[in-house]
């Protein structure tokens, strides 16, 4: 096996070494009955027979190198520049651990606190962490943080049914076994007015999303005072790529943001490895869950970098810890530092604003065919919710044969939105393939 | 040797892509509600990539250099991992797509449940976890809404050994539970009399490491197991050192009813700067109908998504971190059950060989055959010598540093993972520098006080990132 580099000399030589004749005789610890059990594995492969293998079992996916998608619902298919892959490919990078010890960790450290402080750019924020290891968890983590904030004393989650169905999951995974209690989307058309009706004396944080799940952006303006009157904190989930163009929650007075970070720069990998981007202001650091990169310097008086705060963690603190995060999504944070730096001020802002305006194309072209209608009259960004003629999923079949991906069924979550389906634009789709979804779907519904 | 912030190589028009022009008619902006400024660096193409490549070269990475970190399980990433996770047929799938446009995904992720099963001997398995901590925190979810099930919900106990990883009491913490530390023998395994002691009825269970963070096999493991379940305790395994037991045992068939593997650890999936892991978990047949989900199930010839009977429900977006299981899928089919027996063999070799070359020098509290790492102390290897100075140092000789001041029951802690991919070379090379190291604590120790002296930066001062927080650059 290539993996392992002992020859049999090696082995004899290590053995004696030891003193022991046999490899066997490292393993009497074992219990001698359940000692090598039989496992019944396929029979092993060269490299050259595995990749054969997996190429032919990937060629069953209908992978976005060969159709075209109008799918989103929380992962996004972005372009992603040519540096990004370069970077994120450098064996030091990604062959290295949590960087427990800085001076030879600087550059997965420094490359932290860069992606730090362009989520804060972004955010509006004061502070960044590290990363969680998806949008939803970093969701569920902001909601318990704000419990800690008041020291569990606030047992209410309040949350927009306009967020991410698995982030609500999630979060309420998480909070088995607490007394906490998440309410706000028992009624799944509430609005943000409902919600404010929710605050009280009892109400840790309001969470909402925006653009929400629908893609439509949230009514905000007054909404960070009548959380804060309540006594309670504002928690935002965001699509990152709508920050190139939209207010950011900091100015509207969030006290946490957190969001999927997966469209800055990360593959969609059905599903996962993605980023969890968690910011909040600065008064709330010392209850802020996961890894924080400061700034220091050296004995020489050098710049250098290191993690700080580790008395939150869990290697010391143990049980009182603010969280369990350990290992996070590193090379998720270092690809959307690197996505952010390469498109810079003027790329993201260039990004959202084609993802703007051919959603908008799309929207308006889809509301043309008969039969097919756009729902909800509030602005979006590049998702919208168009509802159809049939159901989603029969429609969804059609495209598949003509090489498109369709959109998000939003019946099975949302009750009322039956027979809707919810489209995502994004800079990758051409004028000539939303002209085609249009063609197909005209094709659907005649 | 630093580098600039990449703020502080902006220049004001500067892009680092092109993109395209639009190519459907502009809609107007909602002008209300767009943000004025956008703060973000910006850089040429070129001063980019040289940016972070020269911060590349400021890390130690395992294809740099040996990687002894214990219960981390720096393995080397084997590249041909990376080409399978790249595939686009892996890389560029939605997670919302149809059933019928990702059978080969569902299957990639239904085999690596059964792999994983029948490596750890488990009814069950959940690739949603995205870590170890989140598999921990997955697993006592599960054991709670096992006992909840049961109408036994006076158990608000976790017993959890004195050598556990932080992150055991921090997940306990979280599902609400009261930690109760078992201490340890003299042998370095857990104290029978006390666990006895603990074990009543209102135990939740006992989250064992098993080897243990000292590296050492637990001896009683079975009259472990029996006790806490004589209790209607339940067994959680903490899975990080999972890399000794590949083919040697299977933690189902030692008692342990549901465990989370390390898939970033065991199989060789790269750690990526501290992440992306993936933490799946294993159930036995009572508490498999827990899984977070959705799993997959196959029907026939077909591949679907499912939600066990009982789920506690999902733990993430999804269905676990995809791109790091198809590198550990591929690490399986590579090796086969043969394959996975040596690398556990000769991670227990090649951690007992240096354990022999350093034992004499370095003090060894618990003196046994070790497993897959072993724990030295840097306590009274010369007057005045630290174990962190002893870690700088070894920086000098090329090494990164073993894990050290833990476990937390090992004054001065050095804890070494060689792991099965290095060679008798480069063992050997380690031994001489840490034996080289002892005879300069002694003769020299101001060389060890102020390493280390040849990487980018010197010492850091903690105390002072953590009073003068900087945790962002402003302009």
């Known amino acids: 096996m290539s993996y392992i580099p002992h020859t049999e000399a090696d082995r004899a030589a290590m053995l004696a070494e030891i003193g022991v004749e046999t490899l066997d005789e490292l393993f009497s610890d074992v219990p001698e009955a359940m000692r090598y059990p039989e496992l019944r594995l396929p029979e092993p492969l060269s490299e050259m027979e595995i990749l054969r293998e997996l190429r032919k079992m990937s060629e069953r996916n209908a992978d976005l190198d060969r159709y075209a998608c109008f799918l989103g619902a929380g992962a996004y298919n972005h372009f992603i520049p040519s540096t990004v892959s370069h970077v994120m490919g450098r064996a030091e990078f990604y062959t290295a651990y949590t960087p427990y010890q800085p001076e030879i960790s600087q550059g997965t450290l420094q490359s932290i606190y860069e992606y730090q402080s362009m989520v804060c750019q972004l955010t509006g924020m004061e502070v960044a962490n590290a990363s969680h290891y998806d949008g939803a968890t970093s969701l569920a983590e902001a909601a318990l943080m704000a419990v800690n904030v008041f020291r569990g004393r606030r047992k209410k989650i309040v949350i927009s049914p306009l967020v991410h169905l698995e982030y609500r999951q999630t979060l309420r995974t998480y909070i088995r076994g607490t007394e906490l209690v998440v309410t706000g989307d028992e009624d799944l058309t509430n609005e943000i007015s409902d919600l404010k009706t929710l605050l009280d004396e009892n109400t840790a944080c309001l969470i909402l999303q925006n653009p929400n799940f629908l893609g439509q952006l949230e009514d905000v303006n007054g909404l960070a005072d009548a959380v804060h009157n309540a006594g309670a904190l504002l928690v935002v989930a965001v699509d990152p790529i709508s920050l190139g163009l939209f207010k950011p929650p900091g100015e509207y007075g969030a006290d946490i943001v957190v969001g999927e970070g997966q469209s800055l720069g990360n593959q969609l990998n059905f599903g996962g490895p993605y980023l969890g981007v968690f910011a909040c202001q600065e008064e709330y650091v010392r209850k802020m869950p996961g890894r924080l990169v400061g700034a220091t310097v050296d004995t020489e008086g050098r710049r250098g970098f290191v993690l700080t705060l580790t008395p939150r963690e869990q290697h010391i603190r143990r049980e009182k810890a603010t969280s369990n995060i350990c290992t996070n999504e590193a090379l998720c944070a270092l690809a959307a530092g690197a996505y952010l730096a390469t498109m810079g001020k003027h790329g993201l802002r260039r990004v959202a604003e084609l993802c703007y305006h051919k959603a908008h194309y799309a929207a308006q072209r889809i509301a043309e065919i008969p039969g097919f209608e756009l729902v909800g009259g509030k602005p979006f960004f590049k998702e919208f919710v168009v509802r159809c003629p049939q159901k989603p999923a029969e429609i969804n079949e059609r495209l598949l044969e003509k090489g498109i991906i369709g959109g998000y069924d939003l019946g099975r979550d949302y009750p009322h939105l039956r027979n809707c389906m919810l489209l995502c634009v994004t800079e990758v789709n051409t004028k000539g393939e939303i002209d085609r979804l249009v063609e197909a779907l005209q094709e659907v519904a005649s | ?475």
């Open chain 2, 1 to 475: 040797m630093t580098e600039p912030l990449i703020f502080e190589i902006s220049s004001s028009g500067r892009i680092g892509v092109t993109l395209p022009e639009c190519d459907v008619p502009e809609a107007e902006l909602p002008k209300g509600l767009l943000r004025d400024q956008l703060p973000l660096p910006e850089v040429a193409e070129v001063d980019l990539v040289r940016h972070y490549v020269r911060l590349s070269q400021l890390n130690h990475g395992v294809d740099i250099g040996f990687y002894p970190l214990g219960s981390c399980t720096m393995k080397y990433n084997p590249k041909v991992n990376e080409e399978a996770a790249k595939l686009p047929g892996f890389a560029r799938i939605h997670p919302y797509q149809g059933e019928e446009s990702i059978q080969g995904a569902l299957q990639l992720i239904y085999e690596l449940q059964e792999y994983l099963k029948e490596i750890g001997g488990f009814a069950g398995v959940s690739l949603q976890p995205a870590a170890g901590a989140h598999g921990e925190f997955t697993g006592i979810l599960m054991m709670r809404a096992y006992h909840e099930a049961r109408g036994d919900v006076g158990r608000t106990k976790m017993l959890i050994p004195d050598s556990a990883h932080g992150t055991n009491p921090a997940s306990s913490a979280m599902s609400g539970y009261q930690v109760v530390e078992i201490k340890s023998d003299e042998r370095g395994n857990v104290d029978l009399d006390e666990l006895k002691a603990h074990c009543d009825e209102t135990v939740v269970g006992l989250m064992l490491t098993n080897p243990n963070t000292l590296g050492l096999f637990e001896e009683h493991v079975l009259e472990v197991s029996r006790v806490v379940h004589d209790c209607g305790g339940l067994m959680f395994g903490d899975g990080a050192n999972m890399n000794s037991l590949l083919g040697i045992a299977k933690p189902g068939e030692l008692g342990f009813d549901v465990m989370m593997f390390n898939l970033h650890k065991t199989f060789s999936t790269p750690h990526g700067g501290g992440g992306p892991g993936a933490g799946p978990v294993g159930a036995s047949e009572r508490l498999a109908k827990y899984l977070p989900g959705p799993i997959v199930v196959k029907e026939g010839d077909a591949y679907r998504l499912q939600m066990p009977e009982a789920s506690i429900g999902r733990v993430k977006a999804f269905y676990g971190n995809f791109a790091v299981c198809v590198k550990a899928y591929t690490y399986i089919r590579m090796m086969g059950a043969e394959g996975l027996r040596q690398v556990s063999e000769n991670a227990v070799l090649n951690a007992n060989y240096l354990l022999s070359k350093l034992k004499g020098v370095y003090p060894l509290p618990y003196d046994r055959t070790c497993m897959h790492e072993f724990v030295l102390s840097g306590q009274g290897v010369a007057e005045g010598i630290t174990t962190r100075d002893i870690a700088k140092r070894l920086m000098d000789y090329g090494f990164h540093p073993p894990t050290v001041y833990f476990p937390l029951i090992v004054p001065q802690a050095i804890m070494i993972e060689p792991t099965e991919t290095e060679s008798i070379e480069t063992l050997d090379a380690f031994a001489e520098a840490m034996l080289k190291i002892a005879e300069e604590a002694r003769e020299n120790p101001d060389l060890l006080h102020q390493a280390p002296h040849t990487a980018p930066v010197s010492r850091l001062d903690e105390v002072r990132a953590a009073r003068k927080l900087d945790l962002r650059w402003s302009p």
